[in-house]
């Protein structure tokens, strides 16, 4: 009851100063909007990127010449290199070579440059199809005319109407369309699985094709291996075959994954650090009206202790006064702040990863709020001490 009495009391001390009482909440109010924001905005980027990059799967590891070599023609990786890294990469798991270039791709009177990738039947991702289905071992085998298409190329080569089983032409050749990719997530991340606008064809058929040219080969590490072993067996077996002296670089597609998150995680608790500076001021401020109050207030103070309030009554006062101030100021600026971050993840975040995840507001709530309890102990807690060691006479002498 006493305590209740306390904060009624203080509840009632800060509308009677209500303007006094707002201003010196507003540093508290942008310090807990800007954390919550900037941790919301950060947690559902996090989540939606993650979810997005997710849906791809492992990709394995990317082993390409070193661009930057002197020697980087020898280096160059063959067709027969594929089938000795099978035979002799232990901890390799499946070894796919990859192509990508850009050709002119015509269906009827529709003629354009489109990206042309290399695709298999080993699937590791898990993109849906709107039309038909992915590559099988008869297509990959049998180096078959056929090609997947992703959204954007199929919107300009047919438009709204169907493109299963109808043909493109491809360097030349006739291609039967076997699928068609339903729209992966926008945004610059849906750039991993290659741009909107690209075909797949099998990676055998792709090497029939003239004049192509293996950019690298990605290998799969098997059951039990880890990318590191996966990426020095094969570059040790390249070197065999290819020279001691060529340089072959290693791209590790999860690891990267994993980095980039990982970049966003810091960004957002560093900012929110950066944001809860304006915390640190808003306490000062509460610091600075407390100990004004606590003047104003001296011949209350006397009173009180005249008619038997101890010491730590009167702490307790003044400290549940600027501890009301900072929670009130976290309540506001936790409204602001979510509502900045809604809005900010519907907009920032579908740029980024074409969807926006659920916000766990449970732990960054807690968080802010209790960031601003403690902004309103520590800093409260000189100007309580302040007025609980007045003397009572002196109290009453002052006017």
């Known amino acids: ?78 067709w027969s290199d594929v089938q000795v890294l099978r035979d002799d990469c232990s901890p390799c798991g499946h070894v796919l070579p990859f192509y990508d270039s850009y050709y002119f791709i015509r269906h009827g009177h529709t003629k354009d440059a489109f990206e042309l990738a290399s695709d298999s039947d080993y699937v590791v991702d898990t993109l849906a199809m709107a039309e038909g289905r992915r590559f099988n071992s008869d297509d990959v085998n049998g180096a078959r005319p056929v090609c997947d298409l992703l959204s954007g190329a199929k919107q300009k080569l047919f438009g709204d109407a169907p493109a299963l089983g109808k043909y493109v032409r491809i360097a030349g050749r006739r291609f039967l369309v076997v699928g068609v990719f339903a729209p992966a997530s926008a945004g610059i991340v849906g750039a991993v699985g290659g741009g909107s606008d690209s075909i797949n064809i099998p990676y055998t058929t792709y090497h029939k094709l003239p004049d192509t040219v293996i950019l690298g080969i990605q ?59 304006a915390l640190v001021v808003g306490g000062i401020g509460v610091m600075n009206i407390m100990l004004v109050s606590v003047i104003e207030r001296t011949r ?15 702490l307790l006062q003044f400290l549940i006064e600027a501890v009301t101030i900072a929670l009130i100021g976290g309540v506001v600026g936790g409204l602001v702040g979510a509502g ?12 980024l990863a074409g969807s926006v995840a659920a916000i766990h507001w449970l732990s960054i709530v807690t968080i802010a709020l209790g960031t601003s309890l403690a902004i309103g102990i520590f800093f409260g807690t000189y100007p309580a001490l302040r007025a609980a060691r007045l003397s009572p006479i002196e109290c009453l002498r002052h006017e």
Do not use: C
Request: cysteine-free; charged content about 15%.
């Open 1 to 78: 009851m006493k305590l209740g009495g306390f904060f009624a009391s203080a509840v009632d001390t800060l509308w009677a100063n209500r303007m006094r009482s707002l201003l010196t909440m507003i540093g508290i109010v942008i310090g807990t909007a800007a954390v919550i924001a900037i941790l919301g905005i950060g947690q559902s980027a996090s989540s939606s990127i993650g979810a997005t990059l997710g849906s791809f799967g492992n990709q394995g590891v990317i082993i390409m010449p070193e661009q930057g070599s002197r020697r980087v023609g020898q280096a160059q990786i063959q």
């Open 300 to 314: 209350e103070i006397g009173i009180r202790k005249a008619i038997g309030a101890s010491r730590g009554d009167i």
């Open 219 to 277: 290998v799969y590490p098997a059951a039990g291996a880890t990318a590191a072993e996966v990426t020095d067996e094969t570059q040790a077996i390249l070197r065999r075959l290819h020279g001691t002296r060529v340089k072959y670089q290693s791209i590790d597609i999860t690891q990267q994954e994993t980095v980039f998150l990982n970049v966003i995680k810091y960004v957002s608790i560093g900012v929110s650090a950066i944001g809860a500076i």
């Open 340 to 351: 900045a971050a809604v809005a900010a993840s519907a907009v920032l975040v579908k740029q």
